[in-house]
């Protein structure tokens, strides 16, 4: 079946310490993006990629990183400069080619938690 | 700055009856995409109908259809013949429609709780 798949399912971080949450898709998508959950919030965009090799900042990019060296691939590195980690993480994709009103297909998410 | 707001927290409807969630947006453009979205407890987000701003008829799909009001910013998601499954958190989303640096964002609001009486 073709979809996103994001692991692991849930993650805990010590303090000082980088996480990496892992996100594939295989929907030959170009557009991928990873969005951050907080409890009685909508999702805010950390940062998304259009292309392989390109990616930009979200509106809440600081303390993250990405790397989009594969198409199939959008890893999310949340760093010990990131202060208040917890949160729920969901990546998702779309074509990218398709316009602003194309439909993004979302993971199942990754809980981070801090230890 | 583009906003989303949606007022109701919570809302509840019984079976087979239908429900009305709020949705309005801020914003100073003329061509952009309006989102629903539903979270149901296994918290994957799944797409349930757009609208573009340009079309001025209400967009449809199955029992699912929006009232979608440009003037007033009102973007509203009218759920008919609810079932248990409609049991999730909607939210309503807004997206520019220009390409570039905009493009990737899609701005949410806090979403709304509904809860389906059996």
């Known amino acids: 079946d073709g979809g996103i798949t994001q692991s692991p399912k849930y993650l805990f971080r010590k303090e000082g310490q980088n996480v990496t949450l892992s996100c594939e898709q295989n929907?030959?998508?170009?557009?991928m993006y990873w969005y951050r959950q907080d409890p009685g919030q909508g999702l805010r965009l950390i940062y998304y990629?259009?292309?392989?090799?390109?990616?930009q900042k979200g509106d809440i990019a600081e303390g993250y990183s990405v790397s989009r060296e594969k198409k199939e691939s959008f890893p999310l590195t949340v760093t010990s400069a990131q202060k208040n980690p917890t949160a729920f993480y969901l990546c998702?994709?779309?074509?990218?080619?398709?316009?602003?009103?194309?439909?993004?297909?979302f993971g199942s998410g990754t809980q981070l938690s801090v230890l | 700055a583009q906003t989303v707001t949606q007022s109701q927290p919570e809302m509840s409807v019984q079976e087979a009856e239908t429900v009305t969630l709020s949705c309005t947006y801020d914003?100073?453009?003329?061509?952009?995409?309006l989102f629903w979205y539903k979270q149901p407890p296994s918290r994957q987000m799944i797409l349930v109908i757009r609208?573009?701003?340009?079309?001025?008829q209400n967009a449809t799909e199955n029992r699912f259809s929006v009232n979608f009001q440009k003037a007033a910013k009102s973007f509203s998601l009218k759920i008919s013949d609810s079932q248990l499954g409609d049991a999730a958190m909607y939210f309503c989303?807004?997206?520019?429609?220009?390409?570039?640096?905009?493009?990737?964002?899609?701005?949410f609001g806090k979403g709304t709780k509904l809860s389906v009486k059996p």
């Open positions: 998702a994709s779309s074509m990218g080619r398709t316009g602003a009103g194309e439909k993004l297909f």
């Open positions: 929907l030959n998508h170009d557009a």
């Open positions: 990629s259009q292309i392989v090799n390109d990616f």
């Open positions: 914003t100073s453009e003329s061509d952009y995409y």
């Open positions: 609208q573009e701003a340009y079309k001025q």
């Open positions: 989303a807004y997206r520019s429609a220009g390409y570039g640096g905009s493009q990737g964002n899609l701005i």
